[in-house]
């Protein structure tokens, strides 16, 4: 009996040395580094908690638009070959935080407010992630869901 209590106590103290490691904000940023194309994006748009309206853009691959995601924690959006939107950017689980944003329009950079992405998959050649918010316009709709595919 003092033998399985022995063995007992040296496979619990085992244990008490283990620890799982979770995945690190730096290992998932690593994941993302790079430049995107958009591959397409999904928009849905609700009522009442109820799906009324899907909308799917797919992107020409003659005039592809792109995100830029740098390893010093900038990055950008790009279309023509033109940013259209620059930003700071960190990663915190599987969440995408997007700060200090402008877009350009007419000529000049305006701020955005900041925003954010779930991250649904990412590996070497893929990121697919989304947002939801508020639709402001038209009133028939409460609440959409955007989902953007991108590739290497």
């Known amino acids: 009996m003092k033998k399985n209590y022995a063995l007992l106590f040296i496979t619990l103290l085992g ?17 993302i580094i790079g430049v ?14 109820k ?5 799917t853009e797919s992107y020409d691959k003659n005039k592809p638009e792109y995100v830029s995601l740098n390893d010093d924690g900038t990055g950008d ?3 023509f070959g033109n940013a259209y939107t620059k930003f700071n950017y960190t990663i915190s ?23 954010k992405y ?23 709709y409460d609440k959409y869901i955007t989902r953007v595919h991108l590739v290497k």
Request: charged share 20%; with cysteine; proline share 2%.
């Open 15 to 31: 244990l008490s040395f283990y620890s799982c490691k979770k995945d690190s904000s730096e290992k998932n940023t690593n994941k």
């Open 36 to 49: 995107w194309r958009i591959d397409y994006r999904v928009f849905e748009f609700y009522a009442g908690g």
């Open 51 to 55: 799906l009324i309206d899907t909308n």
């Open 77 to 79: 959006f790009k279309a």
């Open 93 to 115: 689980n599987t969440t995408i935080n997007f700060t200090n944003a402008s877009n350009f329009y007419n000529g000049k950079w305006y701020p955005l407010n900041d925003f």
């Open 118 to 140: 779930t991250i649904i998959t990412s590996n070497a050649n893929e990121l697919y992630y989304a947002t939801e918010g508020t639709v402001v316009s038209p009133s028939s």
